[in-house]
């Protein structure tokens, strides 16, 4: 223990001395701390739009105001007036963005057919969507590891290289101890800076202090052992610094690239997705067939669904609007098989990566992290689905006035229900994720440590 | 003199190991990319081509209907991928690929790929140019970076240099032998592209594409040949292998990883946009209230009213020999149309603006020159997407208003009346014709001045470099 | 009596040479023993065997008694190494190199001691403070000779220790080398320089082709003699 400290001590004063390196942690820490500036930011301007909707509501509300001063058909209100399904961040999603720049965080809602409206996008910039985010967790998951590679590409090697080997293990210390007191170093100085820039975002982020805060850092510093096993399996090759510079660059590359774009192709693959195009289609051949159908049939298939109204009276107008809303409705109900299957399509793609990921530490750790922020494709489906209960809601809320002939005054505006959703964490998937980045740690630390058994560090 | 060590360059590369196993992976991804990008080119297209036939045949088979219900009814816009963009998708994953194109609003373009390929598309796409931009850099880096250090550290440049060979001389024919080596690799898997697109019935060739595919592959020629002159460059400048071999890395990974995402974020950061639903609001209450607020749609539709009556010298709306509400529907959709084309514009400068960050920083990492030209070409960067959206909003105030015009036509009363089912296979449907080649050329001036000046620039001071560089 | 290096029936047989044949050596408390021999005719295999760092292919090497293989660490508490060129950390200073090296051993000295073992080694002392990475090989090499006698090992492996080193510093560690014997380290010195070995060894072992092809007492004969004797056995 004496000589392994002596060695540690000693690795810190190489460590200031190699200029190069102390940048390196320098410019780590600065990208960080940008990209917890830029995650912060990101979304605090998604809360900012998020708190004007209410306003565009109100503004609707006043507008239909005026347009109908006197108790109103509530169908014509239906018909003008728009509101908002909102996905309110969790306070962790500024550490992680996940998706939520490539999903809207909102969805414009009237009382028509749902399924024109639920797959509505938001403005984006796709040359930004393409750059993707600048946020901690891509700091954490992609950069980090090159620190790691850049700290340690030359754990042993440099030694070797510079000749200083020989005379290091002619003293009585053991080359195991040596490694461990140089990885250990490494490792110290890695997840320093790991925490801090954790504890800074936390801080930054405001998130709320409960058990992810644990998993946050657990899953975090798995991740970077990981990167440290890996650097362990390559030293105890003992190649060259250059050979060894190859190897890790190219372990990242293969982890970090290579893996997630072909697992992404062999989910599309594996996963093949029935298309939103299609639902679409045919959601508007529904709907608009309502037109062209008799009233009684479009109102007998309505009434079976909802018998509460069936006792209204008989539809006798060229145009009425409980008819109207009773063929978006059923549009809707025609494509809910596509709906479903487009909704079963993203999750069963999102639950093989989540089954496969053990092959890439980095995209397992991505999507734990994500899912403990709330910002992955489930908690998407989640909002999606709340918003479908919502229109239900509002639904509900406009039918008594539509089929019991109700006016509709200006008190009626507070009445109708408001949505608001906020994203919750997949606990469960972060968990496994955990679990699983254990495993990977393991295994590399287990092929490192048997490497080192079968090959004695030789000093030349 | 050069040739020779070009030549011996360019045989000791394909008898080193290392390159070969290297070389290969690179070569195999590429084709793996190519094929893959053929694969999914022809999916989507057919999905798409498929789609939209459908919408077309439902739009002109629809019953007698009364035309502004057509106008409700709408039609669908869906994207073409351009021919090239199995090489390189750019942001074509990232956009929608349909647009719903009804009466009186814009609706937003949806079903991205991105939003169903979940967290994983965060790690990048398997694409041609992905290999190309990324990982064939990397390649010339793993090979060049011992270029002048090697020789340094088992002195054979001194005695390279005692047979009365310049430096200079030394470091073009290092140039030269690399070049030779990596288009052995690149090579291959771009006739394999060129022989799928110009054989494949699915892709429309002609002078275009063969255009924009030459342009390609010089742009991609001139790509690599930066990275093999830098690479040597910094070989000559460093002490040693290592410390090459790292500088040369850490370059890589901040103009291939680190800038072009920063650049982005630091634009949208600058330069904030609204939400769409602010948009509609904005769009909807300028119509409403007049631009300027000077000439609500009350009053427009009041004057318009007036105006028409005096025309045609009669009293009542009845007597009008148009449908006032036709009229007016028209009246109403050009107004709110063209206050949204100036949202649009603002909105799209406003992207622009975000992008023009990234763009200049061309001129800083060649990587980021590379990229808006490769997806300019192949027709699938932002300004194509621009161009689709505008011809689908095009195509959709055509149709709204021709419908208006029909409605208009009826008289009054239109409202108790139809049309026959025949008016509507006379009305045009949507198809879409990507920009030509001279309409992108200008947008790229800036990546390929920036390209061109990385090639010029460093061919001109890192060998002024070279030449000062110490033997020993 | 017990020999400090002990060498029984050593054999070191790489895939596509023998490095070293059979070798049977004893080296007593005070005795230097000189090896002698061109490059690759196993003088390094040799000390590399005793420091462990290669394993013997049959055979033991014995340090103190103890069997190398079956004590890595023990044995390397009982002996110094100074290799042909001595390698240090470039960017600490001589004195924290030897620091450093000494506390790997066991040692802690105050810092009048560390500066005493290299000034002894005829380190400059303006020198001692500086960066290692602008030192002499000469310098570095009396650095390494000041860490090796920091340790006060009963045992000395040097591998051509005086390479590097000018005519004065070399006769100077001759000097400390017979010191050393009078107190009872054993030393082994791999060297090319005959007249050296006549000097300041007890014994020459004359190394060809990985045999130990002969081992003369220096007292026996002149340096004359066993140049004569060494170019018969090249030849």
Known sequence: MRVFWILFAAEWRHFRAAKGLVLLCGLLLATGVYGIYYGTTEIERQRQQLAALPELTHRNVEELKVKFPGPADAGDIGYYHSTFAVHHPDPWAALSLGLRDVNPSYVKLRLLGLQNQLYATDNTNPMKLL????????????????????????????????????????????????????????????????????????????????????????????????????????????????????????????????????????????RPLPQGIELTIKQREEIHGGWDRPKTETMNRFFALYPQWRDTATIRERFVWRWYYAFQHLGDLAVAPQAAAYATGLQARHNLVETLNLLSPAINAQTSLNALAGSDLPTHLAFQRSATRYHDSLRAFYYPFLFRKVEFTHADYAQEPRHSFTSQPELATAQHGLLKLLLSVAAVYGLGLMLLRVRPVSPR | MIQTIAQKEFVSTLRDRRFAVLSGLVLLLLLAATLVGRASYRTLQQERQLAQQTVNDQFRNQPARHPHRVAHYGSFAFRP????????????????????????????????????????????????????????????????????????????????????????????????????AVALVVAPALVLAAALLFTGEEFTGGPDLVARLVLFVVGYAVY??????????????????????????GFWILGCIILPKATANLGATLYPTITKAQMDAEVHEQAQHGIDGHDPHDQRAEALKAALLKKYGVDSEEKLPVSLAGVQMAAG???????????????????????????????????????????????????????????????????????????????????????GADTWRELPVFTYQAPSLGWVLPRLLLPVAALLLWAVGLCWLGLRLISKTSVA | ??????????????????????????????????????????????????????????????????????????????????????????????????????????????????????????????????????????????????IAVAKHAKVLLLDEPTSGLDPKASNEFSELLRRLSEQGTAVLMATHDIFRAKEVGTRVGIMRE???????PTATLNAQELEQLYLTYMN
Not at chain 2, 123 to 135: D, K
Not at chain 2, 371 to 391: E, I, K, N, T
Not at chain 3, 33 to 62: D, E, H, R, V, Y
Request: proline residues 3%; aromatic residues 10%.
């Open chain 2, 333 to 419: 959709e050009e107004y709110s149309a063209k206050v949204y084309q100036q949202h649009f514009a603002a909105l799209n400068a406003t992207y622009e603006q975000q992008n023009r960050l990234s763009n200049w920083a061309g001129l800083l990492n060649p990587y980021q020159a590379i990229r808006p030209l490769s997806m300019g070409l192949a027709g699938s960067d932002f300004a194509h997407y621009v161009h689709f959206q505008q011809a689908a909003e095009a195509y959709r105030y055509g149709l709204v208003q021709r419908l208006n015009g029909l409605q208009a036509s009826m008289g009054h009363g239109d409202k108790e009346r139809r049309l």
């Open chain 1, 131 to 270: 750059s993707g985010n600048f946020d901690l967790a891509f700091v954490l998951v992609y950069l980090l590891p090159l620190l790691v590679v850049a700290l340690s590409f030359n754990l042993l090697s440099s030694e070797r290289e510079e000749g200083i080997l020989p005379l290091l293990l002619a003293q009585p210390i053991r080359s195991a101890t040596v490694i461990a007191a140089k990885l250990a170093f490494r490792v110290a100085l890695v997840l320093g800076l790991v925490w801090l820039l954790s504890g800074v975002g936390m801080a930054w982020a405001g998130v709320p202090l409960d058990g992810r805060v644990f998993s946050w850092l657990a899953l975090s510093t798995l991740y970077c052992l990981f990167w440290f096993g890996v650097v362990l399996v390559v030293t105890a090759l003992q190649r060259t610094s250059a050979v060894n510079a190859v190897a890790l660059l190219g372990v990242w590359l293969a982890l970090v690239v290579l893996v997630p774009s072909l697992l992404s192709l062999g989910v599309a693959a594996a």
């Open chain 2, 81 to 180: 991928k351009s021919g090239l963009s199995l090489l390189d998708s750019g942001v074509d994953s990232f956009t929608g690929s349909v647009a719903y194109l009804e009466a009186h609003q814009q609706n937003s373009i949806n079903f991205s790929q991105a939003q169903q390929a979940g967290s994983l598309i965060r790690f990048g796409e398997m694409t041609v140019a992905f290999v190309l931009q990324l990982l064939v850099p990397l390649l010339i880096i793993f090979l060049c970076f011992g270029a002048f250090t090697e020789e340094r550290e088992t002195g054979t440049l001194k005695l390279l240099l005692s047979q009365g060979v310049t430096l200079r001389q030394v470091a073009w024919g290092k140039i030269v032998g690399y070049s030779r």
């Open chain 3, 1 to 146: 009596m017990t020999y400090l290096l002990e060498a029984r029936e050593l054999r070191k047989q790489y895939a596509d040479k023998l490095a070293l044949r059979e070798l049977n050596l004893q080296i007593a408390p005070g005795e230097i023993f000189c090896l002698l021999g061109q490059n690759g005719a196993g003088k390094s295999t040799t000390i590399n065997l005793f420091l462990g760092f290669i394993a013997p292919t049959s055979g033991a090497a014995f340090v103190g008694g103890l069997e190398v293989a079956a004590n890595p660490l023990e044995i390397k508490k009982h002996l110094a190494y100074i290799p042909e060129n001595v390698m240090l950390y470039p960017h600490l200073s001589g004195l924290e190199n030897l620091a450093l090296f000494s506390s790997l051993a066991g040692f802690k000295y105050p810092e009048s001691e560390l500066l005493a073992y290299l000034t002894d080694a005829g380190l400059p002392t303006e020198a001692v403070r500086r960066r290692v990475g602008t030192y002499s090989k000469g310098m570095r090499q009396k650095v390494g000779i000041a």
């Open chain 3, 210 to 216: 990985g045999e130990l092809v002969d081992v003369r």
């Open chain 2, 224 to 249: 690599f040949f930066v990275f093999v002159v830098g690479a040597v460059v910094v070989s000559a400048w460093q002490a040693s292998s290592r410390a090459a071999l790292i500088t040369l890395l």
